[in-house]
T-cell receptor, first 114, second 111 residues
Framework: DVKVTQSSRYLVKRTGEKVFLECVQDMDHENMFWYRQDPGLGLRLIYFSYDVKMKEKGDIPEGYSVSREKKERFSLILESASTNQTSMYLC?????????????FGQGTRLTVV | TQLLEQSPQFLSIQEGENLTVYCNSSSVFSSLQWYRQEPGEGPVLLVTVVTGGEVKKLKRLTFQFGDARKDSSLHITAAQPGDTGLYLCAGDQNTGNQFYFGTGTSLTVIP
């Protein structure tokens, strides 16, 4: 059974804190993605990675960075959390997305910044 | 700006009714997918359509890709409470490795 696992379901952090969201996949996929999900806006891409140590900005990268040191792990970092980063964060992986290949999602991390 | 707009944003219907959800864009996509997301979970793929005009059926769900590959629809016949969830369309333009997701349609089926 394929799996994408996010390290936390719920997180509460203070403004200004550095926040790490971890994602691990067991499908040997090259591509991994971080999205944030807000009501009425669907899923917006923050960053994606198509190989170890490779990353590309998505539509809303400001205030975020990522790390991919190993193929199976993709981390999202909020350098200095702000209240407007309160959201649901979804990690996904997929082999060769861009050709209609399925994306597998983690269960999501609901982050609240106070 | 969203590349893919879905309508309606919210839909609440009685069990047994039929419904259609739309996913529209001014851009052409090489393929389009539909996902369903239940509360507290990540989205799960329902179907992929790749050919303009293509129709796919999955039990009571019928998916159509527009002839011009700019739009898609999802039709549910005789909706059941188990169909409740957020429906998302997602398209790719074969210009890289990312998907573009629609704005989502939240469906509630009342028993």
């Amino acid at each position: 059974d394929v799996k994408v696992t996010q390290s936390s379901r719920y997180l509460v952090k203070r403004t200004g804190e550095k926040v790490f969201l971890e994602c691990v996949q067991d499908m040997d996929h090259e591509n991994m993605f971080w999205y944030r999900q807000d009501p009425g806006l669907g899923l917006r891409l923050i960053y994606f990675s198509y190989d170890v140590k490779m990353k590309e900005k998505g539509d809303i990268p400001e205030g975020y960075s990522v790390s991919r040191e190993k193929k199976e792990r993709f981390s999202l970092i909020l350098e200095s959390a702000s209240t407007n980063q309160t959201s649901m964060y979804l990690c996904a992986s997929g082999g060769g997305l861009g050709r209609g290949t399925e994306a597998f999602f983690g269960q999501g991390t609901r982050l609240t910044v106070v | 700006t969203q590349l893919l707009e879905q309508s309606p944003q919210f839909l609440s219907i009685q069990e047994g009714e039929n419904l259609t959800v739309y996913c529209n864009s001014s851009s052409v996509f090489s393929s389009l997918q539909w996902y369903r997301q239940e509360p507290g979970e990540g989205p799960v793929l329902l179907v992929t359509v790749v050919t303009g005009g293509e129709v796919k059926k999955l039990k009571r769900l019928t998916f159509q890709f527009g002839d011009a590959r700019k739009d898609s629809s999802l039709h549910i016949t005789a909706a059941q409470p188990g169909d409740t969830g957020l429906y998302l369309c997602a398209g790719d333009q074969n210009t890289g490795n990312q998907f573009y997701f629609g704005t989502g349609t939240s469906l509630t089926v009342i028993p």
